[in-house]
């Protein structure tokens, strides 16, 4: 009996992962869980050890019910868990979109959702409107790659027209430093026609005048 059992429990064993890809075990928060308790990540485990590296890419978002982003874009595989910081912003719900590449070999992915239910008044954060790249700026704080600190930096300062500092590099800067500019242009573009126009016409007005004036005094 016992060799017979012990033959089921490994066949069993050496045939399930050719079966069936990796499933989610438990995640934090839970499907259909109500947070109340602020969280910094969102975390799944699997019934396998999930691949990684060589095209094995792990993909994870959190958003809310306007599908704005509140995950940083990076995503940690360690062994059969996977998880993405994230920083939560209005109560409500919130979908969590995963996909990984199973112990198998093969691609897998799904959703779920919680609740986001502060007991207390929180801090909430601002949602992107796109799915940030790891490193990029994202609604949380910036992550501890320099790369990311840098760009968090650059796109969060509001920056004035005018007051640029010369060595400023980043995109959304020199984005400004493009449009800035440019209105001045088109803005000196119409004024400078106008002036003319507008003296041409004093000077039409005024020779006018004085003809009249000529006029007048010639006749008295
Ligand atoms: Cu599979």
Redesign the pocket.
């Known amino acids: 009996m016992g060799l017979v059992f012990a033959g089921v429990v490994a066949g069993a064993g050496a045939a399930s992962p050719a079966l069936?890809?990796d499933v989610v075990v438990s995640s934090t928060p839970d499907d259909g869980e109500v947070l109340t308790e602020p969280i910094k990540t969102v975390s799944m485990t699997f019934s396998d050890d999930i691949l990684m590296g060589a095209g094995a890419v792990a993909l994870m978002t959190v958003t809310d019910i306007d599908d704005g982003h509140h995950e940083s874009g990076c995503v940690s595989i360690d062994g059969d868990s996977v998880s993405t910081d994230v920083a939560l912003g209005e109560s409500g719900e919130y979908l969590v979109t995963w996909q990984v590449v199973?112990s198998?070999?093969?691609p897998?992915s799904g959703t779920y959702t919680f609740e986001w239910k502060p007991s207390m008044p929180t801090a909430t954060t601002t949602a992107m409107t796109y799915s940030p790249t790891c490193g990029d700026a994202w609604s949380g704080t910036a992550q501890s790659t320099s790369s990311g600190l840098e760009s968090a930096t650059a796109t969060a300062a509001p920056v004035e027209p005018g007051t640029l500092p010369l060595n400023a590099v980043p995109e959304p800067t020199m984005t400004i430093l493009n449009s800035a500019p440019a209105g001045q242009t088109d803005h000196s573009a119409l004024t400078v026609p106008l002036l003319i126009a507008l003296i041409v016409g004093i000077v039409a007005v005024l020779s006018a005048v004085v003809v009249i004036v000529m006029r007048r005094i010639r006749r008295t």
């Open positions: 069936a890809h199973s198998d070999g093969h897998t």
